[in-house]
């Protein structure tokens, strides 16, 4: 690699130490290609818009572009003129029409107001059209490439049909397709057509010192037909003649197309640009390899994060209990297709209600893996455990135990005695719980230790006895630390105060309602973040 950029920063300098100076190399140079603009005279409504224009106000006009540095009219320069209501500078002002509608004479200085504000009108419009000409390329470029179920032929074939087409085009023996590794620092032949089939065995060729190879990768083609000078260049194969030509993306240096003659010939311009359009054939089918291989591999990525998607969705309670005098309701929201936020809730023995928030550390694909273990070791170990202390323990010692250290989460797991009312809470992390009442609000909130970090993590736990028409807030730190354009952090004091007075509200509302104050808060939010409520009601 050093030595490619050394060779392409500096090509004399490497140049100028070899013998390459004889009179039978030559280098073409191809100039990339200016961008047309689209000419005025192509608007067919411009010579009736010229005769409308002098008809109104007796003046001729003009039209052109703009000349550098100045206000004259130029041809080849981007930008229109604003339009003269006269000749140029250089004549005299034409008389006004006689035949001109208009009763009275037209100022010269309105004329030439209302021919700029047309050459205004003009220049938006073939912005316009340059504008429609490069977005229709872009959508070209944006159809999808679906590899057909039989293809023609494979990309071997394809290559080989296409070294064989050049070679017959311009009358030689043999070519190969050198390719660039990824450390760029050598060619390996893996197509050709005319030489033995071995060579496609042989090692790969080192790059440094290779100049013809080196000489093309900067643009050019280079034509041998002198001994010495091949010996110099680093003919890759014995052969009177040959020439060499690079094969490249816009944006990619793949390799090198060298054709081959059985006898000392010389190669024209017309040659030389053949054999440019027959690499540019090449580059092409490997570019289009290259995509179809992507696209299909992002196609088969984007169906299974897709039912990934699913799957997390539909694994997240919608129906809440059919609980007498209580009311829950959650809503988890994911940055992208998949997350590591979720909540949760699920009915045990004795009149007991589970409830949950939670949120991975980690954000896509890795954080809904962490949500799912973490969420499946809940259900697991409250099955057989009735406080909430030593669930919060084996849930931490199995995320612990079944990663690399790697995998962290917060929980907040709370058990509803619906009898008495009583809800008792333990958290890890830094999740919320926010107690809604008529006289205000509460935090109860613990902050510990997150899941997964160490496995004698103790979390402590904290219980309140809710009365009817009170509420419960529990929401992971996602939804809290998100700051405005301002940088104010929303807070518990901010979705309590976004929540005051609304406990006449059904669970259900307040949800909604706490997630309408994130979005107003912080409409760009980018975290993924689960908010659940429990409300004890008043029947």
Request: glycine share 8%; aromatic share 4%; with cysteine.
């Amino acid at each position: 690699m050093d030595y490619l950029n050394a060779y392409l920063n500096h090509p004399e300098k490497i140049v100028a130490n070899s013998a390459s100076k004889s009179k039978h190399l030559k280098l073409y140079t191809e100039q990339p290609p200016k961008p047309i603009r689209p000419q005025i005279e192509s608007l067919g409504c411009m010579p009736e818009l010229l005769r409308a224009f002098q008809t109104a106000t007796g003046w001729s006009m003009q039209y052109g572009r703009k000349a550098e540095g100045g206000t004259g009219l130029a041809s080849g320069t981007r930008g229109l003129a604003a339009l003269a209501a006269s000749d140029p500078k250089t004549q005299k002002p034409k008389s006004p029409n006689p035949k001109s509608l208009s009763p009275m004479p037209i100022d010269r200085d309105a004329a030439h107001r209302l021919a700029g504000s047309i050459a205004e009108v003009l220049d938006e419009l073939f912005d316009t059209r340059d504008s429609l000409h490069r977005r229709e390329a872009e959508l070209a470029a944006g159809v999808p490439l679906v590899p057909h179920r039989r293809e023609e032929k494979h990309l071997a074939m394809r290559l080989e049909a296409v070294l064989r087409a050049g070679v017959e085009a311009v009358g030689c023996a043999a070519a190969a397709l050198y390719m660039l590794d990824e450390a760029t620092s050598e060619l390996k032949m893996r197509s050709s057509w005319g030489l033995p089939f071995d060579r496609l065995t042989a090692p790969s060729r080192p790059l440094e010192g290779a100049l013809a190879d080196l000489e093309a990768l900067l643009g050019h083609a280079v034509v041998l037909d002198d001994s010495a000078a091949m010996r110099t260049w680093n003919m890759p194969e014995d052969f009177p003649a040959a020439v060499c030509v690079p094969v490249s993306t816009p944006t990619t240096l793949l390799g090198t197309l060298w054709v081959f003659a059985n006898q000392p010939r010389d190669f024209n311009d017309r040659e030389t640009n053949l054999l440019e359009v027959i690499a540019g054939r090449l580059a092409a089918d490997l570019e289009r390899e290259m995509l179809l291989r992507t696209g299909v591999d992002g196609a088969k990525l984007q169906q299974q994060i897709a039912a990934a998607e699913r799957l997390q969705c539909n694994e997240l309670p919608a129906i809440a209990p059919m609980l007498d005098g209580w009311n829950l309701a959650g809503r988890t929201i994911q940055s992208g297709n998949v997350g590591g936020a979720f909540h949760d809730w699920f009915s045990l023995p004795d009149g007991l209600t589970a409830v949950a928030v939670g949120r991975a550390v980690e954000q896509g694909v890795a954080g809904a893996l962490t949500a799912g273990g973490v969420k499946t070791a809940l259900r697991s170990h409250a099955k057989y455990q009735r406080q909430v202390e030593p669930v919060m323990q084996q849930v931490n010692l199995t995320l612990w135990t079944g990663s690399a250290g790697d995998r962290h989460a917060a929980l907040l797991f709370g058990l509803i005695e619906t009898a008495t009312g009583r809800v008792c809470c333990a958290s890890a992390g830094r999740p919320s719980a926010i107690l809604l009442s008529g006289e205000g609000w509460q935090s109860l909130g613990r902050s510990s230790v997150m899941l997964g970090e160490s496995p004698e993590t103790r979390f402590e736990p904290f219980d309140r006895e809710l009365q009817p028409g009170e509420a419960l807030v529990f929401c992971t730190d996602g939804a809290l630390d998100v700051a405005d354009a301002e940088g104010r952090i929303l807070g518990e004091a901010g979705l309590a105060d976004a929540l005051r007075g609304k406990l006449e509200l059904a669970a259900e509302e307040l949800v909604a309602a706490a997630q309408a104050a994130l979005e107003n808060h912080a409409p760009d939010n980018t975290r993924d973040h689960s908010i659940l409520v429990v409300k004890r009601t008043m029947s």
